[in-house]
């Protein structure tokens, strides 16, 4: 019988994760899929945004959150809907900013349908010699 390790910082993780794609005060229309990952220069947040051009997206920085803003409009003008799988109207998406963020160097880009926000850490301060005078 194989036993697996209780993780419970995993289990907390995958909490925050569904709460923060819960609606905001204000009603969604639909809630992008996204990634935040790590590198040893930056974060890097990818989200799912086919059929939007830049026009319809906003980033925004502010008080220590990345903001991800925009609006599809439905393809088809259709009087009533008999399924709908794919979101259409405002989205909005949040994540917190670590405090070691260069702010001034955050770029975006959205390439066949994926936004990519690369946040970049400020460099760490290494150790310094003072010379002895």
Same mark, same amino acid.
């Given at each position: 019988m194989a036993f697996a390790r209780w993780d419970p910082v995993r289990d907390l993780l995958a909490i925050q994760?569904?709460?923060?794609?819960l609606p905001a005060q204000a009603p969604q229309g639909w809630v992008p899929a996204a990634d935040l990952c790590e590198t040893a220069e930056a974060y890097i947040v990818t989200a799912e945004l086919p059929g939007i051009t830049r026009q319809q997206v906003r980033v925004e920085v502010h008080d220590g959150h990345l903001v991800l803003q925009g609006r599809r409009d439905a393809r088809v003008a259709c009087e009533q809907y008999h399924q709908v799988e794919r979101g259409h109207g405002e989205f909005s998406r949040t994540f917190? #900013?670590?405090?070691? =963020?260069?702010?001034?160097?955050?770029?975006?880009? #959205?390439?066949?349908? =994926?936004?990519?926000?690369?946040?970049?850490?400020?460099?760490?301060?290494?150790?310094r010699r003072v010379t002895v005078g």
């Open positions: 994760l569904k709460m923060e794609r917190r #900013l670590p405090s070691d =963020v260069d702010r001034d160097r955050i770029a975006a880009d #959205l390439k066949d349908g =994926v936004l990519t926000v690369i946040v970049p850490k400020v460099p760490e301060a290494g150790p």
